[in-house]
């Protein structure tokens, strides 16, 4: 189990270069960047299945789980981008981000898992270091004339945390199957940019680099490693761990001299990463079975 969430926490690493890869591919639109990138993160799947990295599953695939993984991915960043552009980004990115704390209570609803109250308490504690980034220390407000960007913040955390939880409910489905999920959300996304957007290309050798950055990680190879942490790892521990996505984003950001660290980003980094020990305590500090005495 330790194994598989530390798989599924690669996927948030790799979310963490989102914002500077997005930032790095120009002005090319919203739906039409995730059309590009989801059908990179498609391809991806492809080579891995010629290359027998990624074999095929077998067994059928239930109806259901073509829903739960054509509607979570692309309800997701349908959601996302409605309420970019009908909310401001600070309120819109705050409520987006509540979807980790909603894997971590929705977990106590599935069979065999047992919510404790660190996983809660851990989960908080990431909240909290997510909103010191998210509103940079200078708070947030809500006005009544965004409700409906603010609405759809709120869909777009519930689709991803359901997605998640939902996935953990079809552990005999290969992870190979994102590679379907992928291509759906590409053809989807750009069904709404010829609908909503006008196309601009990259220019430049550099924005098509981060075109294909955003398609081989965090809009593509995350998914396969996020696929196979929420079916077999410790669902709890990744929930609370995904508050270090923003975090390590801003990090990023700093390194590459797009943001300036602050005490605002020391506190966060402290919150989220003992949210993340607190969560993951089981895991770390694993009780020792008592020894047996044995009899001569």
Known sequence: MARATLIGFSAVVMWALLALFTDASGRVPPFQLSAMAFTIGA?????????????????????????????????????????LRNAPA?????????????????????????????????????????????????????????AFGYGMAVLCAFTWSSYSLMSRRFPAVATSIVTWFCLATA??????????????????????????????????????????????GNIQVLGAASYAAP?????????FGFAEPTLNILAACLLITAGAALAAKNMIWRRKAPAVAVEP
Request: with cysteine; net charge neutral.
């Open 43 to 83: 391809a991806l799947g492809f080579v891995a299945r010629l290359a027998g990295a990624s074999p095929a599953s077998q067994a059928p695939i239930p109806p259901l789980a073509w829903v739960v993984g054509i509607a979570g991915l692309f309800g997701y960043h349908f959601f996302y981008f409605s309420a």
């Open 90 to 146: 600070v309120e819109a990115s705050l409520i987006a981000y509540l979807w980790p704390l909603l894997i971590v209570l929705g977990s106590a609803m599935l069979p065999g898992e047992r919510l404790g109250w660190h996983h809660v308490v851990g989960a908080l504690m990431g909240l909290a270091g997510a909103a010191l980034i998210v509103t940079r220390g200078v708070g947030f407000a809500f006005e009544s004339r965004y």
């Open 187 to 232: 053809v989807l996304s750009l069904a709404c940019h010829l609908l909503l957007e006008e196309t601009v290309w990259p220019s430049g050798w550099l924005q098509w680099a981060a075109v294909a950055g955003l398609g081989l990680m965090p809009v593509g190879g995350a998914f396969y490693a996020w696929d196979h942490g929420v079916k077999r």
């Open 247 to 255: 975090l390590l984003s801003t990090l990023v950001l700093i390194a």
